[in-house]
Nanobody, 123 residues
Framework: VQLVESGGGLVQPGGSLRLSCTAS????????IGWFRQAPGKEREGVSS????????YYADSVKGRFTISRDNAKNTVYLQMNSLKLEDTAVYYC?????????????????WGQGTQVTVSS
């Protein structure tokens, strides 16, 4: 079982990045996927999630209107499009898989986690 995040990097405030979370080793279609982030010295924060069966989405207030989550089940991949990035979006971003495929929100519990990708917003 593997979840691999990619797409992180260094971007200026106001810029955009698209993160990808690619899964292998389990039936991707049967899992809801969540995105989380953790900045140095801060607790992990649930950012967004998407169900499997009907594609319902959830966004934390801190990213609502700026981030968009989507999934391509044919590619076993979930994307997080991040626009209008702010300094406070700097963090390691993780994706996670929840076997309760209908569950919306980021409360979990989550069955599998990726290793994370660094996003740095700096001028």
């Amino acid at each position: 079982v593997q979840l691999v995040e990619s797409g992180g990097g260094l971007v200026q405030p106001g810029g955009s990045l698209r993160l990808s979370c690619t899964a292998s080793g389990f039936t991707f279609d049967d899992y809801a996927i969540g995105w989380f982030r953790q900045a140095p010295g801060k607790e992990r924060e649930g950012v967004s999630s998407i169900t499997s069966n009907d594609g319902r989405t959830y966004y934390a207030d801190s990213v609502k209107g700026r981030f968009t989550i989507s999934r391509d089940n044919a590619k076993n991949t979930v994307y997080l499009q991040m626009n209008s990035l702010k300094l406070e979006d700097t963090a390691v971003y993780y994706c996670a898989a929840d076997s309760q495929y209908w569950r919306i929100g980021v409360g979990g519990p989550y069955d599998y986690w990726g290793q994370g990708t660094q996003v740095t917003v700096s001028s």
